[in-house]
């Protein structure tokens, strides 16, 4: 039976037996050992399981085990107790209660306190105390510390973990959802545009500007004068030896509209200048070599090489042009004056070079 445990009941019947003196006493010392024996039962329990604490191995929760994580001794130590003096106790790292104030935990957190760390719990510790400043944590409250010592645990966790290396790509990719926006907004500014384009009000300013534009460029061509450009009415056509005799030139027809015709006439050798025009309806007659004759493609009318008509409709003769011997040896042609055979005028010296 001696392993038995004894009840509270025992227990307190023991105690007080032991106290109470066996003969009589004075009253004065009867008050002293009442004064030094336990009061109450929750004194007596009390004092009972502080003599007969025995290491549990349940770990505390909440506050606790912050102590615990702050220690990083928490496993290490089984017989960490429950209940806010063990949490003290734990802080303070002694394995024995010792009595101490708030102040004095807190120095302890701090890492000023007497109390040393377990020497299994050495460098959890230190990181704690590494990450909580003291001279930052002087003067703060308890909670204050508290949730400094919780900061720091969770600090020195991410300081222990490994930076992370985000691999970043070369170039920013094109969001799907950007491009999509984008293309939209190409697609809205087009049909916008061509809905501008395409409204009555546009139509008419674009036909009042247009009207206003050609109305100005004709008055504008309006105000400046036609001219007409023509070749000169006097050419020179080279010296008489280029002009065999009975010859008909057309070198000058096609530039100054002439023949230049190097013919005998009435017993005289001269040279002449004809006109192209045939005097029917002014079509150009062609001089047809074989037939040494003029021949008009029109209407058939025929010329000699002298110019009178002899076929077709032609009514009178081919025209002369005025022509002269330059000072400098050639000669030198004036279509501003004409010569007509039937008034008499090819008599006129000024429309033959004798040669
Ligand atoms: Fe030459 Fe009529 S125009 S024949």
């Known amino acids: 039976m001696s392993d038995q445990k004894p009840s509270s009941d025992d227990i307190l019947s023991k105690i007080r037996g032991a106290a109470k003196p066996a003969g009589d006493k004075p009253a004065a010392a009867e008050e002293s050992s009442a004064a030094a024996a336990p009061k109450g039962t929750s004194d007596i329990l009390a004092s009972i399981k502080g003599g007969a604490a025995k290491p549990k191995a349940a770990a505390p929760a909440g506050t606790a085990d912050i102590m615990a994580s702050i220690k990083g001794g928490a496993a290490a130590k089984p017989a960490a107790p429950a209940g806010t003096a063990g949490i003290l106790d734990s802080i303070k790292g002694g394995g024995a209660a010792k009595p101490a104030g708030t102040a004095s935990i807190l120095d302890s957190i701090k890492g000023g306190g007497a109390a040393k760390p377990a020497a299994a719990s050495v460098a959890p510790k230190a990181a704690a105390k590494a990450a909580v400043d003291p001279s930052k944590a002087s003067g703060m409250s308890a909670a204050d510390m508290i949730k400094a010592a919780r900061t720091s645990v969770g600090g020195s966790v991410e300081a ?10 070369s170039k920013p990719l094109v969001q799907p959802a950007a491009a999509a926006k984008a293309a939209d907004t190409r697609r809205s500014f087009l049909s916008d545009a061509l ?9 008419a300013w674009g036909s009042l500007i247009t009207a206003t534009a050609a109305s100005s460029l004709a008055m504008a061509r309006f105000m400046m004068p036609n001219v007409l450009v023509e070749p000169p009415t006097k050419f020179k056509i080279g010296p008489p030896t280029d002009y065999g005799a009975s010859t008909v030139s057309t070198k000058w027809k096609a530039q100054f509209g002439v023949w230049i015709v190097n013919d ?24 047809l070599e074989g037939e040494q004759k003029f021949k008009c493609p029109c209407h058939g009318s025929g010329f000699y090489k002298s110019g009178v008509n002899f076929e077709g409709p032609a009514p009178r003769p081919l025209e002369r042009h005025g022509i002269r011997l330059a000072e400098d040896g050639t000669l030198e042609v004036d279509k501003s004056v004409k010569f007509q055979k039937e008034l008499g005028q090819w008599d006129n010296a000024a429309c033959f070079v004798p040669v």
Do not use: R
Request: hydrophobic letters at 40%.
């Open 160 to 169: 222990t973990a490994a930076p992370k290396k985000v691999a970043l790509p």
């Open 195 to 203: 809905t501008a384009v395409c409204s009555p009000l546009f139509v």
């Open 264 to 287: 005998e006439i009435d017993g005289q050798q001269m040279i002449y200048a004809l006109s192209t025009v045939c005097t029917h309806l002014g079509c150009t007659p062609n001089w």
